[in-house]
């Protein structure tokens, strides 16, 4: 499944904060947008929290933007349910 995120780098922890109003996800991650940082610390976050392989999540546009698509395998229906259910 496609997935729009807002990324926050440099943050003071890693979190999923709520949705834009268009819908895409805000996440904030501690690493800097320095060389691929902050990509990287993404892929691995929603890796743990969606309970799949870094290998299934890819960012297909948006590598040097803060607003970025994700191709995420799994259950479009389980991914979403992960996704907003921490939200603050």
Known sequence: MRLAIRITPNASRDEVVGRTDDGAFRVK???????GA???RLIRFLADRLGVPKSRIRIVSGDTSRTKQLEIEGDEQDIIRRMEGRLA
């Open 38 to 40: 902050a990509n990287r």
């Open 29 to 35: 991650v501690q690493s800097p947008p320095v060389e």
